[in-house]
């Protein structure tokens, strides 16, 4: 009995210093994981030939298929033909949606963004344009300065919402018979007065979102995608510094999904001021609102993913991040798939639904998200890339 306590005992010591060496195995083998900057290489030209650059060509195509439909509404005026623009409109913002992960270089150089998506729009500045048709206020000249009130002015009439109000009206496509609520101006609906300016101003319009997505196609494919892939030029010196970019970008849109999309209406709603909440709801004119952000952070689902259809590629950053920590990985897949899923829940359209319970849980799932990403994703990759 006596003889059997003992081999107990030893094989009770046996198991602790068991667990313990494993622990410290565990330990140290992630603190000796060391990720060389060239494994970036294969992630980097995935991010830019499968997401970045069939994005913006996608973006492209629809865009001159939005430009069509307009055209063909100036032609030939019809019911049909608002709704055609509509589909359109909506088949264009999958893509643009779908980029906001990547807002960086020439989309931020040249005011891209703010010409193709500001929001919230200036509607009486819009109806002054229609009245006057003075289409000279939709454009600007010169170095983009993010601080220019000409130039805020000026992206503050065009663009996608701009087309967006001009086309829908109450999640629908407008028609030729549309007739002016009691808070609305005459000239603020499409009527037999102003239908030539209206067609001119939604062709203009649309030409100016092509003529923004040509540009951007064009820096990208000229030398932006280039340096970027190489890392040879201005912030990218380094693998590991086109990859902070990757994730910086995937932080930006889903902190402005979280605290700005989905948080400004919803503070201003519980506080009171619930018309300014609905005119902080972006896209609330085509009730497209909830869709738009979840391609948001589909954008950092496909950043992450290096595709655009949810399959995970080998030359991925989240192949690369599974191989070294595979629990990180599934932390920011998970974030991922949250912050997608919080959003649909919310009740459609969300501008009827501005400071509901689920518009709570989508803010606090993209914060989640934003979390792992800054304070889990990117600081594991610097601290254990040689």
């Known amino acids: ?14 198991l602790m210093t068991f667990t313990a060496c494993s622990s410290d195995d565990d330990d140290k083998n992630d603190e000796t994981v060391t990720i060389q900057d060239s494994e970036y290489d294969a992630i980097i030209n995935q991010y830019v030939d499968a997401v970045v650059l069939p994005t913006y060509n996608d973006l492209k195509t629809k865009n001159s298929a939005l430009y069509d439909a307009v055209v063909a509404f100036g032609n030939n005026p019809s019911n049909a033909a608002f709704q055609a623009i509509c589909n359109a409109w909506l088949s264009a ?14 989309v931020a150089d040249y005011g891209l963004d703010p010409n193709m998506d500001s929001w919230p ?28 009130d000409a130039i805020a002015a000026a992206q503050n009439v065009r663009g996608f919402h701009t087309l967006e109000f001009l086309a829908f009206r109450d999640g629908k496509a407008r028609t030729l018979t549309d007739t002016a609520s009691d808070d609305e101006a005459a000239n603020a609906v499409y009527n037999e007065s102003n239908k030539t300016a209206w067609a001119q101003y939604m062709r203009n319009t649309a030409q100016l979102l ?24 201005g912030d990218y010196t380094s693998g590991l510094s086109c990859i902070e970019q990757l994730i910086d970008g995937c932080i930006d849109i889903a902190g402005e999904v979280g605290e700005a999309k989905i948080g400004e209406p919803y503070d201003l709603y519980v506080s009171g001021k619930t018309t300014e909440a609905l005119y902080a709801v972006e896209s609330w004119y085509s009730w497209h609102s909830r869709d738009d952000y979840t391609n948001n952070i589909y954008s950092i689902r496909n950043a992450y993913y290096g595709s655009r259809d949810g399959s995970i590629n080998a ?66 990759l610097i601290n254990h890339t040689k």
């Open 1 to 14: 009995m006596k003889k059997n306590l003992i081999l107990m005992g030893l094989a009770v010591m046996g």
């Open 93 to 106: 913002r999958e893509p643009w949606e779908s980029s906001e992960a990547f807002l960086f270089g020439p």
């Open 121 to 148: 729009l200036d509607q009486e500045a819009i109806v002054n344009i229609l009245t006057s048709q003075n289409w000279n206020a939709m454009e600007w000249t010169g170095d983009y300065d993010e601080d220019d």
């Open 210 to 233: 092509v003529d923004d997505v040509t540009t951007l196609v064009n820096e990208w494919n000229n030398s932006y995608a280039a340096t970027f892939k190489n890392h040879n030029g």
């Open 315 to 380: 030359n991925s950053l989240s192949a690369l991040v599974k191989k070294y920590n595979a629990d990180l990985d599934t932390k920011v897949k998970t974030a991922i798939s949250d912050a997608a899923k919080a959003i649909q829940a919310i009740p459609q359209p969300f501008r009827n639904n501005i400071n509901s319970s689920e518009a709570a849980a989508a803010m606090d799932a993209c914060a989640d998200l934003s979390d792992v990403l800054e304070n889990e994703l990117k600081p594991y």
